[in-house]
């Protein structure tokens, strides 16, 4: 599985360095198994995929082969989709609930 980190979710993991080792954990699992482990997000945030790391406390990613296979690649802005193999799961945001959904 190839993993990239956005520089948005880089800067969040930076910023809540209490739960840097949770969040390790979890994108651990989200790369084992990138459908099991998140919830599937509608809206402005179809074809993106949340998983929690504590309460209300979430992580946000895209999962390029569930990107292609809804054909989701029109709605979703998973920019560089085109160049990725299907096996590649990229972190875009961590964050609180309220946080992460921009309200
Ligand atoms: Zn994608």
Known sequence: MESIFEDAFLKALKKHASIQKLVKKKVDLILENPI???????ANWQGFYSCPV??????????????RKKGDDTVVLCCDCAETPNRTVKFVLLGPHYDAYGI
């Open 36 to 42: 099991a482990f998140g919830e599937p997000l509608k």
């Open 54 to 67: 504590k309460r209300s406390f979430i992580i946000i990613y895209l999962y390029c082969e569930a990107c």
